[in-house]
Nanobody
């Protein structure tokens, strides 16, 4: 499966963006999907994940209550609604597909090594 993230851009602090991740060449409907980000000079970090059922979600503490992950399996697409953006949210955001088919739940230690397919990221820049 090929993943492509889009929807990034430049916004002012307090603004919002909605990222989309479209899957092609296969289906991601039976896989947990995740969003990660990497800022210049920093390691990639987990942002949010959503179970294949769409019922369970998990967020990094830094984005909790500001970001919302969702999925539309009929469209093979995962979304990340980002509200109340802060300058520290500036990064390249990438989506990824879990290595495990129909994973039960979302472990608290879910991290990038659990994801096998990665899409090209989209730049998000938040100015103060």
């Amino acid at each position: 499966v090929q993943l492509q993230a889009f929807g990034g851009g430049s916004v002012q602090s307090g603004g919002f963006l909605r990222l989309s991740c479209a899957a092609s060449g296969g289906t991601s409907t039976s896989y947990t999907m995740g969003w990660f980000r990497q800022a210049p000079g920093k390691e990639r970090e987990f942002v949010a994940a959503i179970a294949w059922t769409g019922i369970t979600t998990r967020y990094a503490d830094s984005v909790k209550d500001r970001f919302t992950i969702s999925r539309a399996n009929a469209k093979n697409t995962v979304y990340l609604q980002m509200n109340s953006l802060k300058p520290e949210d500036t990064a390249v955001y990438s989506c990824a597909e879990d290595r495990m088919l129909v994973r039960a739940g979302l472990p608290s230690d879910l991290n990038s090594t659990d994801f096998g397919s990665w899409g090209r990221g989209t730049q998000v820049t938040v100015s103060s």
